[in-house]
C-alpha cells in the first residue's frame, strides 16, 4: 500500500487567499484525521471523521477553517481566507477499527504551509 | 481530561550512549499507550506500543514498559546510533474515545558521532 498520501507536501500563498489541502487515506480504513503541528503548540487534533461523516471538529480553530470527506479515499481541509498564524505542517492520519492494530494511526508526510 | 506529559528537550548524546525519554500520563481507566517517531521532514511512525498494563512494546532497539501504578511509558534504547535523531512523541488513546490520540509535547533527541 502507498500509505497515507497528502497534497501539495508545500504550499506558500498570501494571507487572504484560499488554501486547500488534500488527503488520501489507506484503503479501507474507516477513521481519518487532522492534525497541524506548530512549535508553539504542538500537535494538535483539528477534526477526525468516521465513515466520511465528521465526529468532533472542536479542534478546529475557527470559522476559517472546514474539513469535508466526500468519499472514503479523499479528504480536504480548506483554509478561507488564510493568514500568517495558520503557517503550520498539516498531517493527515488514518486507522482502521477492523484491523489488528486497530487503534494504530498511520500518518501521511504532511503539507508545509506558509502564509506571507 | 486526558493528558500526557514527556520530558523536554533536545537530548544531546554521543553515539553508543543510552537513551531515556520519560512519559506520564493522566487518563481514565486503561489507554493504549504508544511512541512515535518524526524524522526531520517527514510524517510520524509508529515505534512501538502497549496497550495494558505491564506491557513491554519494543522495536528497532526501543523498549518502553506500561507502568500502571506510576502512570509511566518511558522509552529506553541501550545504544544509540545517529540515525536515531529524531523527535520522538509519547502518546495515549483513551478506552471508547474513538481512536482519538493525545500527544505529548514531542522530546527532540541529538545523536553525534
Known amino acids: 500500500d502507498a500509505g497515507v498520501i497528502q497534497s501539495p507536501r508545500h504550499e506558500v500563498t498570501e494571507m487572504g487567499q484560499e488554501v486547500t489541502l488534500r488527503c488520501k487515506p489507506i484503503s479501507g480504513h474507516d477513521y481519518l484525521f487532522w492534525y497541524r503541528q506548530t512549535m508553539m503548540r504542538g500537535l494538535e487534533l483539528l477534526i477526525y471523521f468516521n465513515n466520511n461523516v465528521p465526529i468532533d471538529d472542536s479542534g478546529m480553530p475557527e470559522d476559517r477553517f472546514s474539513a469535508k470527506m466526500p468519499n472514503a479515499s479523499f479528504s480536504t481541509l480548506k483554509i478561507q481566507p488564510s493568514e500568517p498564524r495558520d503557517s503550520a505542517v498539516y498531517f493527515c492520519a488514518s486507522r482502521s477499527s477492523g484491523a489488528l492494530d486497530t487503534d494504530t494511526q498511520y500518518f501521511g508526510p504532511g503539507t508545509r504551509l506558509t502564509v506571507l | 481530561g486526558d493528558s500526557v506529559t514527556q520530558m523536554e528537550g533536545p537530548v544531546t548524546l554521543s553515539e553508543e550512549a543510552f537513551l531515556t525519554i520519560n512519559c506520564t500520563y493522566t487518563?481514565?481507566?486503561?489507554?493504549?499507550l504508544f511512541w512515535y517517531v518524526q524524522y526531520p521532514g517527514e510524517g510520524l511512525q509508529l515505534l512501538l506500543k502497549?496497550?495494558?498494563?505491564?506491557d513491554k512494546g519494543s522495536n528497532k532497539g526501543f523498549e518502553a514498559t506500561y507502568r500502571k501504578e506510576t502512570t509511566s511509558f518511558h522509552l529506553e534504547k541501550g545504544s544509540v546510533q545517529v540515525s536515531d535523531s529524531a523527535v520522538y512523541f509519547c502518546a495515549l488513546s483513551a478506552p471508547r474515545g474513538w481512536g482519538k490520540l493525545q500527544f505529548g509535547a514531542g522530546t527532540q533527541v541529538v545523536v553525534t558521532p
Open positions: 487518563a481514565t481507566g486503561y489507554p493504549s
Open positions: 502497549a496497550t495494558k498494563a505491564d
